[in-house]
């Protein structure tokens, strides 16, 4: 994708868990728009090293990887001061790092609790904590927080993210409140089911476990939350993210942004 006139020339972005899923289309369709770009995730170091590379070349994007781990606040705040330093500041930051884990409440692992929590509701906290000056500077600031539709209602066996996402809602409406003095808008996005490899092992989990073709649980699993029963694709709550971060929402804030195929208006 490229544009004649790129809407965000000059800003650099952070976005988590940026090299898988989600957050890779959130950081091209970022870079398509001009920005700079942190990439942050796990992975094969060539993978990431060849995605990289070929943000690079998209507007002529300056682009990095940091592989801190969004568990640990100390790493967290270096990466964020690494992303001032070699890029050149931070106006936006996406917080989409996530994980999940499928247990029922009685039997669920406290290292799994802890964990989910850690990486989808605290690391949100220190990451926004730790670019408040730079985005105050900024005068201009973007925060989007990739919730879920899970941050607005609740399925079983999923007790640590969805009491997580409804955590990271809270979080977005706070800072959005402390932040509006200083220009910067705070908002999350809600999607539903998006088929990245976190969903597919939860369809592969449940054709394992119900001795069922993956293609019917898939239909199943959609049916059951959406009345548009087809996955949104990354590409489409990347729309989201620059639209959030463009002209038209400067007085969207604070807000949860459903992108769920009607799971939520049921
Ligand atoms: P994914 O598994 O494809 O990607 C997750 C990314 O996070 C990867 O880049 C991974 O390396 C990174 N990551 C995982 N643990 C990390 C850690 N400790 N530190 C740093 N990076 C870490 O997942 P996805 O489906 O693209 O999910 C992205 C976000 O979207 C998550 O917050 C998820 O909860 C949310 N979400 C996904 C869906 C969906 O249907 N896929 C729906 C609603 C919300």
Known sequence: MSH???????????????????GL?????????????????FGDPAEIEHIRASLA???????????ADMSKPLEIRAMVERTEDELGGLDILVNNAGIQ??????????????????????????AIQAAIPALRRATYGRIVNIASAHGLVASADKSAYVAAKHGLLGLTKTAAIELAADGVTVNAICPG?????LVQRQLDARAEREGRPVAEVT???????????????????????????????????GAALSVDGGWTAR
């Open 101 to 126: 884990h499928v247990a029922p409440i009685a039997t669920f692992p406290p290292e799994q609790w802890e964990r989910v929590i850690a990486i989808n509701l605290s690391g949100p906290f220190y």
């Open 4 to 22: 004649a006139e790129p809407t965000l020339s000059g800003r650099t972005a952070l976005v988590t868990g940026s090299t898988s899923g989600i």
């Open 25 to 41: 289309a959130i950081a091209r369709a970022l870079a398509a728009e001009g920005a700079h770009i942190m990439l942050n995730g």
């Open 193 to 197: 089911w998006v088929l990245t490899p």
């Open 57 to 67: 070349q998209t507007q002529g994007a300056r682009v990095g990887h940091s592989g």
């Open 219 to 253: 239909h199943a699993f959609l049916a059951e939350k959406q009345p548009l029963a087809a996955f949104s694709t990354a590409e489409s709550i990347a729309a989201m993210v620059v639209f959030l971060c463009g002209p038209a929402a400067a007085t969207i804030t």
